[in-house]
T-cell receptor, first 114, second 111 residues
C-alpha cells in the first residue's frame, strides 16, 4: 500500500505570495491532518479534515487554510507569506473513524520564504 | 490548552544500554499517546502508541508506560543499537486526530 504522498517536496517563495500544498493520504484513510515543523516551535497542529469537513483547528492565523476533496486528498493554502512561515509542512493520514486512530506522516513539503 | 513536556532534550548512550525518555501532559482528558521516531531529513515514523485504558505496551525492544494519575508516560528502549539514533517525539491527544507534541529528544547511540 502506498504511503502518504506530499507535493511538492520543496518550494521557494517570496514574502506576500501565496502557496498551495497537496497531500494524498494512504488508500482508505479518510482523515488528513496538517502540522508545521520548525526548529524553534517543533511540531504544531494546523488542522484536520475528515470527509471534506474541518473537524479541528490549531492556533494559527486565518492566512492558513485547507480543504479536503471527495477522494480524501487535501490541500493547504497559506496566503500573504511571511518569513516566519518557512518550515517543513507535514501531513498525516489516518482511518479517522472514531477517536485517535494512528496517524502516518508523509515526507513533507519544505517551504522557504525569501 | 494541552501542553506536553519532554525530557531529556538530548540523550547519549552506549550500544546495548537502555534509554528512557519521559513526557508529562497537562490535559487530564488526553486518552491517546503515540511516539514517533524521526531520522534526519525523514518523515516522523510511528513506533508505538498507548491508550489511556492500558498501563503498559511492549513491541520487541520498545515499551511505553502510562501513569494517568501523574499524567506521565515514558518510552523505554532496551539493547540500543546505532540505528536507534534519531529524534524521538512523544504526543498526546484528546481526540479528533489533534496531536500535541513534545519538543523532542535527540538520542545518540555510540558503538
Amino acid at each position: 500500500k502506498a504511503g502518504v504522498t506530499q507535493t511538492p517536496r520543496y518550494l521557494i517563495k517570496t514574502r506576500g505570495q501565496q502557496v498551495t500544498l497537496s497531500c494524498s493520504p494512504i488508500s482508505g484513510h479518510r482523515s488528513v491532518s496538517w502540522y508545521q515543523q520548525t526548529p524553534g516551535q517543533g511540531l504544531q497542529f494546523l488542522f484536520e479534515y475528515f470527509s471534506e469537513t474541518q473537524r479541528n483547528k490549531g492556533n494559527f492565523p486565518g492566512r492558513f487554510s485547507g480543504r479536503q476533496f471527495s477522494n480524501s486528498r487535501s490541500e493547504m493554502n497559506v496566503s500573504t507569506l511571511e518569513l516566519g512561515d518557512s518550515a517543513l509542512y507535514l501531513c498525516a493520514s489516518s482511518l479517522g473513524d472514531g477517536q485517535n486512530q494512528p496517524q502516518h506522516f508523509g515526507d513533507g513539503t519544505r517551504l522557504s520564504i525569501l | 490548552g494541552e501542553n506536553v513536556e519532554q525530557h531529556p532534550s538530548t540523550l547519549s548512550v552506549q550500544e546495548g544500554d537502555s534509554a528512557v525518555i519521559k513526557c508529562t501532559y497537562s490535559d487530564s482528558a488526553s486518552n491517546y499517546f503515540p511516539w514517533y521516531k524521526q531520522e534526519l531529513g525523514k518523515r516522523p515514523q510511528l513506533i508505538i502508541d498507548i491508550r489511556s485504558n492500558v498501563g503498559e505496551k511492549k513491541d520487541q525492544r520498545i515499551a511505553v508506560t502510562l501513569n494517568k494519575t501523574a499524567k506521565h508516560f515514558s518510552l523505554h528502549i532496551t539493547e540500543t543499537q546505532p540505528e536507534d539514533s534519531a529524534v524521538y517525539f512523544c504526543a498526546a491527544s484528546i481526540g479528533f486526530q489533534k496531536l500535541v507534541f513534545g519538543t523532542g529528544t535527540r538520542l545518540l547511540v555510540s558503538p
